[in-house]
């Protein structure tokens, strides 16, 4: 699979998602709303020196981890319905599938919780915080997917064996996946601050809109690259007969279609 073309089916993917589980895509949703309300209420968005100075309050850093939460959660729902494009079986709570997502839900959280209560959050030691923890993630992406469909095979180290020798096109392409919603979050997130007051709400809005998009590309880009690696190396990671991983051509993802 093409650069490209692995770029358009997660695009592809992600949209399809939306539009058959809308009610599933607002989670993420509400969660940023909720965020920015506080946000609102604390005054992060009175002025540029205001948002430095509460970028780390309490009670945004708070909800920053319910956010989280509500953008980690629908990877169970989102994997499955690119795996087998029925919105009633993504919903659904299925064992062993929801066991062992609940393992890979802890591993993300508290992955989460290091990076914002823990770690550094600022200088060079930010971004190569954000490198290895987005290579770890990378290596993990099998495993993820897997645990979502139910398959108990797939283990951490498994896992690792199976993206190794794709890393760094999944690393870049994950990177590049999401910098056409990251870009534009980003741009919101400025505007709210040094833009009319009059329209923070209508900006706070259309951003959280966004960020439930950007949320369905992040999982639709990690569901892209695992499946890649996956069918370079014959491996089913959980999709089975019902929507087939590869098609007639090597290589190619056929779930994400």
Known sequence: ??????????????????????????????????????????????????????????????????????????????????????????????????????????????SAALQLFVLPRDGWLLLVEFIVLQVLAVLLHPWFVAAALGNGAINPRRSVGIMARQTLWSFVFMLVAILPLMIPHYILGALAIIGPKSLLGPVLVVDSVLVGWLSAIIVASGFTVATRAAAKQGVDLGIGDAHPVVSAQAGTVGAVR
């Open 1 to 110: 699979m093409t650069f490209w073309k692995a770029f358009k089916e997660t695009y592809r993917g992600s949209i399809a998602f939306m539009i058959a589980c809308p009610l599933l895509t607002m989670v993420p949703v509400v969660f940023e709303i909720l965020q920015h309300i506080i946000e609102v209420k604390i005054g992060l968005y009175a002025s540029v020196a205001a948002a430095k100075a509460l970028e780390h309050d309490p009670w945004r850093m708070g909800f920053g981890m319910l956010k989280v939460a509500a953008l980690t959660v629908p990877t169970y729902w989102i994997v499955r319905f690119l795996a087998w494009r029925d919105p009633m079986r993504a919903a659904r709570l299925e064992m062993p599938a929801v066991r062992l997502f609940a393992v890979v839900l802890v591993v993300q959280l508290a």
